[in-house]
Structures are given as C-alpha cells and as structure tokens.
C-alpha cells in the first residue's frame, strides 16, 4: 500500500495550458515536500510545506498543503515544456522516526 | 559548492554477482540516504547513515547494505543480484539540522542481466 498516493500518474498537455496535480494520503504528515525530477538527473527540491492549510508559491507553481496535513496539490499556471518532468511528492508521517517516503509521482509532458 | 556526487553512473552485472555503489555526499553534510527508483514501485528508501551510523532502515533484504565513512562518505553494497534488482540507485545528502530537506545526486543506473 502506498502511503502517498499521486494523481495522475501521466499528463500530457500543450504549452500555456493550466494544470494541477494531487497528492494524497490517509495519514497525517509533518511536513510535505514537492520535487521534480528530470531524465537522467535526480529529485531537486521545488519546496517544502510544513503549516496546514499553507500555500505557497515559486514563479508559476503554487503549492497548497491540506488544512488536515494529508494532502498537498502542486498548481502550475500557463505550463512550459521546461516544466517536463516528474513530479514527487514526499513527506514523513507524523510520529515517524525520519524516514521519507515518496509518491510514485506525476509524468509531466508539456508540448510546445 | 559541489553536489553530491555517485559513481559509477552505470553498470552492468549478471545475476549473482555483487555490487558497490559510491556517494559523496555535499561538503558538511552528515547525512546520507540511500533509495531505490523503479518505474513500478517509485523512490523506496533503503536506509539512512549519519555520523557512521545506520539511522533508519527501509524493508530491504539483507542483502541491502551500506556502510558510511568518517569524511561522510558512503557505500551502498548490493550482494547476490537479481534481476530485480535492476534500477536506479539514488543517494541524498542533507544537513541534520535542516531535517528532511534533502540534495539528490544523479544515481547509479544498474543493470542486472
């Protein structure tokens, strides 16, 4: 069972198109992280939510914690093909002894 | 400053041959985790080092190991291979004091043939 489940696991869209991607879980997190990572490269961290209900944005991308820290959503306005890549949620589990644990991630393919 | 770095980027074995795996961690950083990335099962922990020693453990066989060295430094060692083994390898540094903020290298692809 996965403890992050994201949504959806493949998106393809063109240039200028809005999206927004979800992750999900039954289990309350301290903290939840949002990475992208592209071929042949590891996860780079885009940002880390720690408040319920906190929103929080980087240029384009706006990411929002759920009000009960299970949930997080990654928002990502007018998409550019530089914003190919996946996207990894990752978090750690309140009461959890430091352990990360990461969402199978969301395959995005913008096209110019 | 510089990233973390792993190596070799690729490799390629048969099935129950060993392997070891290097990372050098972000300079002053004094932790380093291991994980496994596969198209089905996606980033799974393998284990955490810090200071020397194992801090956390993922659900691994045995045959998962890994040792880290006083400069930081550390080795991921995978014995009797299988073929699902295959994949690739990542290794995060971070500063204890920040937490979970974590600085992936590019990985180690390997291949078990």
């Known amino acids: 069972t996965q403890l992050l489940e994201q949504s959806p696991q493949f998106l393809s869209i063109q240039e200028g198109e809005n999206l927004t991607v979800y992750c999900n879980s039954s289990s309350v997190f301290s903290s939840l992280q949002w990475y992208r990572q592209e071929p042949g490269e590891g996860p780079v961290l885009l940002v880390t939510?720690?408040?319920?209900?906190e929103v929080k944005k980087l240029k384009r991308l706006t990411f929002q914690f759920g009000d009960a820290r299970k949930d997080s959503s990654l928002h990502i306005t007018a998409a550019q093909p530089g914003d190919t890549g996946l996207y990894l949620c990752?978090?750690?589990?309140?009461?959890?002894?430091?352990?990360?644990?990461f969402g199978k991630g969301t395959l995005l393919t913008v096209n110019p | 400053k510089a990233g973390v770095t792993q190596t070799p980027r690729y490799l390629i074995k048969t099935r129950g041959q060993q392997v070891t795996l290097s990372c050098s961690p972000i300079?002053?950083?004094?932790?380093v985790s291991w994980y496994q990335q596969t198209p089905g099962q996606g980033l799974q922990f393998l284990f955490e080092?810090?200071?020397?020693?194992?801090?956390n453990k993922g659900n691994f066989p045995g045959r998962f190991s890994g040792r880290q060295f006083s400069n930081s430094r550390s080795e991921m060692n995978v014995s009797t291979l299988e073929l699902g083994d295959s994949a690739l390898y990542l290794c995060?540094?971070?500063?204890?004091?920040?937490?979970?903020?974590?600085?992936f290298g590019a990985g180690t692809r390997l291949s078990v043939l």
């Open positions: 995060a540094s971070s500063l204890d004091s920040e937490g979970m903020i974590q600085y």
């Open positions: 939510v720690v408040t319920g209900g």
């Open positions: 080092y810090f200071s020397e020693t194992q801090r």
């Open positions: 300079s002053g950083h004094r932790s």
């Open positions: 990752a978090g750690t589990p309140r009461g959890s002894n430091y352990k990360l644990t």
